[in-house]
């Protein structure tokens, strides 16, 4: 529920598809569902291990491994919104896999932050609107 209400799935590429015809390509907006986005992995640490034998060289080797098998084995859909949430179960590790349409770093980047930092407290900003002192206190 707190992912549907989001900034990034109210964003208009992030509910939309891309749809290719003789005029070109252009974004029609579709229902999502958030059930479709997100992909569950349970990757086990020891296959991609190394000889090292720290568990994080193992954790990074498995992530790596699996970033490098998904992006040359697995295009994104074209009957969705472009984009996933991989969950690496058990490597502490969750995938925000995006198409380059949906926007640049610097945008992806500002989306990011606006869907997952704090929300404003109302009553420091009302504090702050009011010269310090939150109404019915002064």
């Known amino acids: 529920k707190a992912f549907s209400d989001s900034v990034m799935i109210n964003h ?9 015809n003789r005029a070109g390509e ?3 907006k579709t229902h999502v569902n958030i059930d479709d986005h997100f992909i569950i992995i349970h990757p086990t640490t020891t296959a991609a291990a190394t000889e090292s034998g720290h568990l994080e060289d193992d954790v990074e080797a498995a992530v790596n491994a699996y970033l490098a098998d998904m992006a040359v084995s697995t ?18 590790c969750i995938v925000l896999r995006v198409h380059h349409a949906l926007g ?4 992806l980047m500002s989306m990011l ?8 407290d109302d009553s420091v900003a009302e504090k702050r609107e009011n010269g310090g002192v939150k109404k019915g206190h002064e």
């Open 26 to 28: 252009h974004w029609r």
């Open 12 to 20: 208009p590429r992030f509910c939309s598809l891309m749809v290719r």
């Open 113 to 120: 932050v606006a869907c997952f930092g704090k929300k404003k």
């Open 104 to 107: 640049d770093g610097a945008s």
């Open 75 to 92: 295009p994104l859909s074209n009957d969705k919104p472009l984009w996933e949430v991989h969950v690496l179960m058990g490597l502490n």
